[in-house]
């Protein structure tokens, strides 16, 4: 379709039903877009010579939901793009849990196509102001990831010249802290003390460190108990680790995990899957986190733990254990060596405390021995 900027026509000549929506670009050139006001429908440039036909045609289609240029508009048209399409069904999900605060009519209907740099920063004031009342809401995650999302929505308007410009460019990020991990003793606590359900999740997050949507996923035909192994696609990374060719991830099972599995597989025979609700049915990821919140309430601990943070001791477990960090990567299952540094803080900063103190009390012995 032709978006060559023209001059819009004179009243006179203009035709009746004919909308003009003037568009700056980022390179600072104009154009006209043409609408259909009856039905909202794009129309070529008014100098095509079939401008007129599909004038008529325009005419004879149903109306669009959203008005042309307005937020609305473009949310349902990042819908249905390839990058869009391209994302994970569950990363899918999680976006459109935000977006859908943007389907309400007081946002829908705002016009964002030909904002100037001052209806830009008005935007960004408005959407930090809702990013900022969802943080208290549902707390700082959440309002990080609703930021992310719609600055996502806007890069993608920008790059297709919907937009000259994104109300959430440079978006910094909301200071969210880093989940802390658990203790040993906690650990050792609830995997003797939980109940049954939960002490299992416990145990299996403990000894082979997973994310606990993976570790609800894991089915009894995952584990091979001959090669003493569990083999996992992780979900996060799956559609990543596919397109390098990457397979599942194979984990070692300890000894001390395969005893405990013998022992679940003989008390639930007929189970699909390793962890189970006291219902005897699998459990989902959010029903799976939300009964260990309430256990960490119940405990008095630190509720931002979650299972994550067993992710995090066996990360520490492994490198005080003498792993180098591409051991410790290939053992939780990272393509990369900057999450051990990461998660492993407290381990690798022990631990160099520990060489620096040992090589400054060597010095300060020779010292004194030779003054001796």
């Known amino acids: 379709m032709d978006e060559t900027p023209t001059k819009p026509p004179s009243p006179a000549c203009r035709p009746p039903g004919v909308r003009a929506v ?12 043409w609408y259909c006001r009856l039905t909202g429908i794009r129309l070529p ?76 920063r008005q935007l960004r004031a408005e959407l930090l102001t809702l990013r900022d009342m969802l943080a208290d809401r549902r707390g700082a995650g959440a309002a990080s990831v609703f930021g992310q999302t719609v600055a996502t929505v806007f890069a993608w308007a920008v790059e297709r010249g919907r937009m000259a410009f994104s109300p959430l460019a440079q978006l910094k990020g909301m200071r969210l802290g880093h989940i802390p991990p658990w203790t040993e003793a906690e650990a050792r606590h609830a995997m003797e003390k939980w109940p049954e359900p939960l002490r299992r999740a416990v145990t299996l997050a403990y000894h082979i460190g997973q994310r606990r949507g993976d570790l609800a996923a894991l089915r009894w035909e995952d584990y091979d108990v001959a090669a003493g192994r569990i083999t996992l696609m992780p979900e996060k990374t799956a559609r990543r680790r596919l397109a390098r060719g990457l397979p599942p991830l194979r984990l070692p099972v300890p000894k001390a995990l395969a005893w405990e599995l013998r022992r ?109």
Do not use: C
């Open 22 to 33: 003037r568009h700056r670009r980022a390179d600072g050139t104009e154009t006209l877009y």
């Open 45 to 120: 440039d008014i100098a095509d010579p079939g401008f007129a036909a599909a004038v008529a045609a325009a005419r004879h289609q149903p109306a669009a939901r959203y008005a042309p240029g307005s937020l609305g508009e473009l949310l349902a048209d990042w819908r249905r793009s390839p990058e869009y399409r391209a994302t994970a069904p569950n990363t899918q999900r999680n976006r459109e849990r935000y977006l859908a605060l943007l389907d309400a009519a007081e946002w829908s209907t705002r016009q964002v196509a030909g904002l100037e740099m001052e209806g830009v």
């Open 264 to 372: 679940w597989r003989l008390a639930e025979p007929g189970a699909t899957h390793i962890l189970t609700h006291s219902g005897g049915k699998p459990w989902s990821k959010t029903g799976l986190a939300n009964a260990v919140w309430r256990q960490l309430v119940a405990e008095g601990w630190d509720t931002r733990k979650g299972l994550h943070g067993l992710r995090k001791l066996r990360t520490e477990r492994l490198l005080e254990g003498g792993a180098t960090h591409a051991e410790t990567a290939a053992a939780q299952g990272w393509d990369s060596v900057a999450m051990v540094s990461l998660y492993g803080r407290g381990a690798e900063q022990e631990s160099l405390a520990r060489a620096g103190v040992a090589r400054l009390e060597k010095r300060v012995s020779k010292t004194v021995k030779n003054r001796r």
